[in-house]
């Protein structure tokens, strides 16, 4: 059986997902972002799956109120129980059909049995030498991951950690 590593879901942007400033909220966006990527990585697995990371996203533009917007998942690479799912999205002014790369984005989502532990996810299987170069880019990225964890480490190691004890800075006048 061919697997489903592709996942298409397209939205019209409604004035409920506005900001104050009249554009979509990045909020908003995350939130369809995460589901997009959740669809694609359970219906892949064919299990529940959670979100375990996102990459650094940047939106360089704003999306509008009125577009439509066009999410393309794909699992990059699967590892045990993880899986990276690669998020591009394209919006298009339906006035005058102009569209543009909006954002592209990386989630790590993990493949969880019926008691919510990690599970294995299908191999993933290379039906042409894109989806080769997609594993290659993304096995880059989790070791680029890894090291930033790394390196962060490194630098806050001296930064005392912040006291959420609220107590301490009451006003006690
Ligand atoms: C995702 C989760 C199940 C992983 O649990 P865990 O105890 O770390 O499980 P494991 O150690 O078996 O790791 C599972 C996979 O995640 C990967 N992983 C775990 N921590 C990682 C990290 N910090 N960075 C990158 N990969 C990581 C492991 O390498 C493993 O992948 P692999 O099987 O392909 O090698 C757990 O962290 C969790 O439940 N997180 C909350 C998820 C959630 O609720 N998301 C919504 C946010 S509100």
């Given at each position: 059986?061919?697997?489903?590593?592709?996942?298409?879901?397209?939205l019209?942007?409604?004035?409920?997902?506005?900001?104050?400033?009249?554009?979509?909220?990045?909020?908003?966006?995350?939130?369809?972002?995460?589901?997009?990527?959740?669809?694609c990585?359970?219906?892949?697995?064919?299990?529940?799956?959670?979100?375990?990371?996102?990459?650094?996203?940047?939106?360089?533009?704003p999306?509008?109120?009125?577009?439509?917007?066009?999410?393309?998942?794909?699992?990059?690479?699967?590892?045990?129980?993880?899986?990276?799912?690669?998020?591009?999205?394209?919006?298009?002014?339906?006035?005058?059909?102009?569209?543009?790369?909006?954002?592209?984005?990386?989630?790590?989502?993990?493949?969880?049995?019926?008691?919510?532990?990690?599970?294995?996810?299908?191999?993933?299987?290379?039906?042409?030498?894109?989806?080769?170069?997609?594993?290659?880019?993304?096995?880059?990225?989790?070791?680029?991951?890894?090291?930033?964890?790394?390196?962060?480490?490194?630098?806050?190691a001296?930064?005392p950690?912040?006291?959420?004890?609220?107590?301490?800075?009451?006003?006690?006048?």
């Open positions: 059986m061919s697997q489903e590593k592709t996942l298409y879901m397209t019209l942007m409604s004035p409920d997902m506005a900001n104050f400033a009249g554009n979509v909220h990045g909020g908003a966006l995350l939130k369809m972002l995460d589901q997009v990527a959740y669809a990585a359970a219906r892949y697995c064919g299990t529940y799956v959670v979100t375990l990371s996102l990459d650094q996203v940047s939106f360089k533009e999306i509008k109120v009125g577009e439509l917007v066009s999410f393309r998942a794909h699992v990059n690479y699967v590892g045990r129980t993880s899986m990276e799912i690669g998020v591009k999205v394209v919006t298009e002014d339906l006035r005058n059909k102009e569209k543009r790369h909006a954002v592209s984005c990386y989630f790590t989502m993990v493949a969880l049995d019926e008691n919510g532990k990690p599970t294995p996810a299908p191999p993933l299987k290379f039906n042409n030498e894109f989806d080769k170069k997609l594993y290659e880019a993304a096995k880059m990225r989790q070791e680029m991951r890894r090291e930033t964890q790394r390196r962060n480490k490194e630098i806050t001296g930064i950690s912040y006291n959420p004890d609220l107590s301490e800075t009451d006003d006690d006048s």
